[in-house]
């Protein structure tokens, strides 16, 4: 009898060997996708940049900074064929116990106000708006305002 062993999803640090398949991702699920520039310059910032990834195939990614105890998640995205199996939920809880375990007190996020999606997940895990930011994102044919998130600890 021979039994098929899948390799369970890992979260690990995002490398530059891995921006190509990220901006690939990015550009399937973003309409103003970042750059691989900007991908790269958080790396070698020393951003907290995770990729999930399964069995060698990347299929999501997130970006966060940790300063004066609040952590900013600054991106979160799960290749569109894997959405809805609960792996937003599973990186958002990596990046929450990271920034725990780096002794921050909070968490903030920005959110496109017609981002119902997502504005759900970070609701699920405890987020709540306490702010707006008028016209912070580019839209078609004009800006959108975003919706500033914070989960305390
Ligand atoms: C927002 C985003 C990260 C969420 O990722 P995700 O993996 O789809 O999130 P989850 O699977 O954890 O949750 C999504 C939904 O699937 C549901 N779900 C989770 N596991 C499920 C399962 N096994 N079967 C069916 N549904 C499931 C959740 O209950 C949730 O339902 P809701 O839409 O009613 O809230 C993803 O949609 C994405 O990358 N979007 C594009 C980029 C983006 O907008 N990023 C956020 C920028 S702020």
């Not at 390799?7 to 309409?31: K, N, S």
Request: proline share 2%.
């Amino acid at each position: 009898m021979s039994a098929q062993l899948q390799e369970m999803p890992q979260v690990r640090r995002m490398t530059l060997t891995d921006v190509d398949a990220v901006v690939a991702i990015e550009r399937e699920v973003f309409l103003f996708p970042w750059t691989r520039g900007n991908f790269s310059d958080s790396i070698d910032s020393g951003y907290h940049c995770l990729v999930l990834e399964q069995g060698g195939h990347l299929f999501g990614y997130g970006v966060m900074i940790i300063g004066a105890e609040e952590a900013h998640l600054l991106t979160l995205s799960i290749a569109a064929g894997s959405q809805h199996k609960g792996w937003g939920e599973r990186l958002l809880r990596h990046f929450i116990q990271v920034a725990k375990e780096r002794h921050a007190r909070s968490m903030f996020l920005d959110v496109r106000e017609s981002n119902h999606a997502a504005a759900r997940l970070y609701e699920r895990i405890g987020f709540r708006q306490i702010a707006k930011r008028r016209d912070y994102y580019p839209a078609m044919g004009g800006r959108e305002d975003s919706l500033v998130m914070e989960l305390m600890f």
